[in-house]
T-cell receptor
Framework: ETGVTQSPTHLIKTRGQQVTLRCSSQ?????VSWYQQALGQGPQFIFQ???????GRGNFPPRFSGLQFPNYSSELNVNALELDDSALYLC?????????????FGSGTRLTVV | QKEVEQNSGPLSVPEGAIASLNCTYS??????FFWYRQYSGKSPELIMF????GDKEDGRFTAQLNKASQYVSLLIRDSQPSDSATYLC?????????????FGAGTRLAVHP
């Protein structure tokens, strides 16, 4: 059974550019959740995708968008990058919408905006 | 009041001692509680979860939950230098249908030889 994989591991972008981060969910999981973790803070919920539909969104602007594909892998897109978008982006997969059983994160993508 | 609060630390304990990490939460409807360990530059790793009031033990780790006081703690017995990390408390709130985790800012633990 493979775990959650994210790509790329590191990325440097210039302010104003766009970025796409990718996540492959664990086998058998139909839900993907994305989090942003700024330095020195806990992860913050961006949004969740369940069966290809957005199922809840945190306090992030519309320039953060996502997709989930029929194989349940997912993308996080961020447009018009700002310096404050520099963070560790984490993806987690699970079965079902509830987080009452917790989940396992991928290794993350470190995004630096300069 | 923040939804999930932790002391940021650092909490410094000698090797072999008991480390006690605390967390309070605001949503009384929360049903499950998680502790994650995060080493510097790495992603969070789930180490404990608890659903019922009382204690839950797993090896050197004990999670304690008091729903009346909205308090959850993590004890690490016989602390080792390899336990030095940031410990994150996470709670799925009832609002939103338990579809997300709310994390505290984390407590940094330093175990010195």
């Amino acid at each position: 059974e493979t775990g959650v994989t994210q790509s790329p591991t590191h990325l440097i972008k210039t302010r104003g550019q766009q970025v796409t981060l990718r996540c492959s969910s664990q086998s058998g999981h139909n839900t993907v959740s994305w989090y942003q973790q700024a330095l020195g803070q806990g992860p913050q919920f961006i949004f969740q995708y369940y069966r290809e539909e957005e199922n809840g969104r945190g306090n992030f602007p519309p320039r953060f968008s996502g997709l989930q594909f029929p194989n349940y892998s997912s993308e996080l897109n961020v447009n018009a990058l700002e310096l404050d978008d520099s963070a560790l982006y984490l993806c987690a997969s699970s079965t079902g919408q509830s987080t009452n059983y917790g989940y396992t994160f991928g290794s993350g993508t470190r995004l630096t905006v300069v | 009041q923040k939804e999930v609060e932790q002391n940021s630390g650092p909490l410094s304990v000698p090797e072999g001692a008991i480390a006690s990490l605390n967390c309070t939460y605001s949503d009384r409807g929360s049903q499950s509680f998680f502790w994650y360990r995060q080493y510097s530059g790495k992603s969070p790793e789930l180490i404990m979860f608890i659903y019922s009031n009382g204690d839950k033990e797993d090896g050197r780790f004990t999670a304690q939950l008091n729903k009346a006081s909205q308090y959850v703690s993590l004890l690490i017995r016989d602390s080792q230098p390899s336990d030095s990390a940031t410990y994150l408390c996470a709670v799925p709130p009832r609002s939103g249908g338990y579809n997300k985790l709310i994390f505290g800012a984390g407590t940094r633990l330093a175990v010195h030889p």
